[in-house]
Structure formats: C-alpha cells, structure tokens
C-alpha cells in the first residue's frame, strides 16, 4: 500500500500561519482525491478540506476563508496552507489520499498525522 508522510506542524501563536505538507509514496500509479481531517483533543476526527485531482476543493465551513488545500500532482503531495489560526485549530492533522495503484485495488490512505498547537 501506499504510504502518506505528514510534515510542517508544530506550535504557533493565535493569528499566526503554518504550511503542513503531505507526501505519498509506494507503487501509486495515479491518486484521486486528497484531503485533510484533524481530530481536535478528546474529539473525534472531521473533514478540512478536500482537493479533487482536477483542482476542485471543498472546505469546512469552520476553516473556509482562513485555509488554503492544493496540490502537485507530480510529485503526489498534498498542502494546507492555515493562517489566522486560532486555539480551537489546534489538533492532530492527517492527510489522506483515494490511491489506484500500479497493482491492486484503489483505496484510501491515511497519513499517521502531524500535531498543530495554536497558543492563546
């Protein structure tokens, strides 16, 4: 299976920017959708955004107008691009990807996550 590789989070201030980025790897031939979930301290895991391969995104209604999702398909990478951050931002983001595989079948891959801590 392929594997996603989260990287960029960390800790920021309230109103502060960070860029995660998201790589994927193993016998992909070509990927569908990309997305970002967080999954916020004792919540369970929700939707960002989603980024279609042509281009296409879809944002929570939470984060739209403050985060940016794009990628490169060539290099299968994934970014979310967060400004104005706030402390309610703060959580584990993951990044997941509809992969069709050189051999198999199509699924969906998940990252194992990056932390993002907004401080008041």
């Known amino acids: 299976q392929a594997q996603l590789v989260e990287s960029g989070g960390g800790l920021v201030q309230a109103g502060g920017s960070l860029r995660v980025s998201c790589a994927a790897s193993g016998g992909i031939f070509s990927i569908n959708a990309m997305g970002w979930y967080r999954r916020p301290p004792g919540k369970q895991r929700e939707l960002v955004a989603t980024i279609e391969r042509n281009g296409t995104t879809n944002y929570a209604d939470s984060v739209k107008g403050r985060f940016t999702i794009s990628r490169d398909n060539a290099k299968n990478t994934v970014y979310l691009q967060m400004d104005s951050l706030k402390p309610e931002d703060t959580a584990v983001y993951y990044c997941?990807?509809?992969?069709?595989?050189?051999?198999?079948?199509?699924?969906?891959?998940w990252g194992r996550g990056t932390q993002v801590t907004v401080s008041p």
């Open positions: 997941n990807a509809a992969v069709v595989p050189w051999r198999g079948f199509p699924h969906a891959s």
